[in-house]
């Protein structure tokens, strides 16, 4: 398959979605998130290919054995990508760079996959030039360097800037990062809320985070995309309890609880809502799941409209310590870097 558009996801002729695509088929507009019926019409010649993810989870813990090698504080973003700061490294290396260079290929040695790299002094910019140069590429992004290059960068670019925001900045005639500079944070406040004053210093290159070693897992759910649509309300209220009977039994063998329980509808015609609502008590009992989604099911459409995807989520968890979850992409602190697969 290699050299050719695969694309991994459901069957063409279903109702899934597109879970990620070769660059071969990125070219003919296919991306993740993506209906595969939609990938199917606009790349025909698509080899469509479902998920091995017992592959990919070992792919993962192998480059994050190579991470160690270098440092400790490594911390991850999702199964592919995270962060690390090489400042103080195992090896004694003092370029972050030199270090990239090393990851990427011993990566390729190991898992004989490719891998994209970002080195800058802080986290929002190693991140962004981990994605400027792929596939397998490293980017380097001195700090003298940063302000020439945040300013002539496109804003889709910019990592924590999503589509609804992309398309509210081009509405005010921001289409690059020297357009956002010339905002005010007070201004860019009025405009974005409290994610202007994000937006305001990134665009500065300033991100003063420093690399967490390990994440908390911050919600618990699962969702189901129907292989056709579903309109009959008895139907789906069913369905729900069976959603929370399996998110309980999950819960409770990691032994975690939620206080903040959230209904996710899909319709027909890929409209997505969430209705959240919280409980007094931490809980992972399939009976208030359970009621608690019947409720927020009122406040939406589901039974006029048809719903093609549900879900349900708990959040606000009492999670110990060694409750975490683990993902890849490389940051170098003076020299941080971002390594994407």
Avoid at 219 to 244: N, Q, V
Avoid at 275 to 301: C, G, K
Wanted: hydrophobic share 35%; with cysteine; aromatic share 10%.
């Amino acid at each position: 398959l290699r050299g050719k558009p695969v694309i991994v996801g459901g069957s063409p002729n279903g109702r899934g979605v597109v879970s990620t695509a070769s660059y071969e088929a990125r070219k003919f507009g296919v991306h993740s998130a993506m209906p595969c019926s939609q990938a199917a019409r606009l790349c025909p010649q698509g080899i469509f290919v479902k998920g091995r993810f017992d592959a990919y989870k070992l792919a993962s813990q192998q480059i994050r054995e190579i991470f160690f090698e270098y440092t400790d504080l490594v911390e991850p973003l999702s199964l592919d990508e995270a962060f690390l700061d090489v400042t103080e490294n195992h090896k004694g290396m003092r370029s972050a760079t030199l270090i990239a260079k090393e990851i990427l290929e011993k990566i390729q040695q190991k898992t004989q996959l490719t891998a994209s790299a970002g080195v800058s002094y802080c986290k929002f910019i190693a991140k962004v030039a981990s994605d400027y140069n792929k596939p397998n590429g490293l980017t380097l992004i001195p700090p003298e360097e940063a302000e020439e290059f945040l300013e002539s960068l496109d804003i889709k670019k910019f990592f924590g800037v999503g589509k609804a925001t992309q398309k509210k900045m081009h509405s005010l005639g921001i289409k690059t990062g020297a357009d956002l500079k010339e905002w005010s944070e007070i201004d860019l406040v009025k405009a974005f809320g409290k994610s202007g004053r994000y937006y305001y210093r990134i665009c500065r290159g300033i991100d003063n985070r420093e690399v967490k070693p390990r994440r908390i897992r911050k919600s618990y759910g699962k969702e189901r995309t129907f292989s056709d649509d579903k309109g009959d309300l008895s139907w789906i209220t069913a369905f729900l309890d069976e959603l929370a009977e399996s998110i309980s039994e999950g819960m409770q063998k990691i032994n975690t609880k939620g206080k903040t329980i959230t209904l996710k509808v899909r319709y027909k015609n890929f409209d997505t809502i969430t209705r959240s609502q919280s409980v007094p008590n931490y809980t992972n009992d399939h009976y208030q799941i359970s009621t608690v989604a019947r409720q927020l099911l009122e406040d939406t459409d589901v039974g006029n409209r048809q719903v093609r995807l549900l879900g349900i989520s708990l959040s606000n968890l009492n999670l110990s310590e060694d409750h975490y979850y683990e993902q890849l992409e490389l940051e170098f602190r003076r020299g941080l870097g971002s390594v994407e697969c």
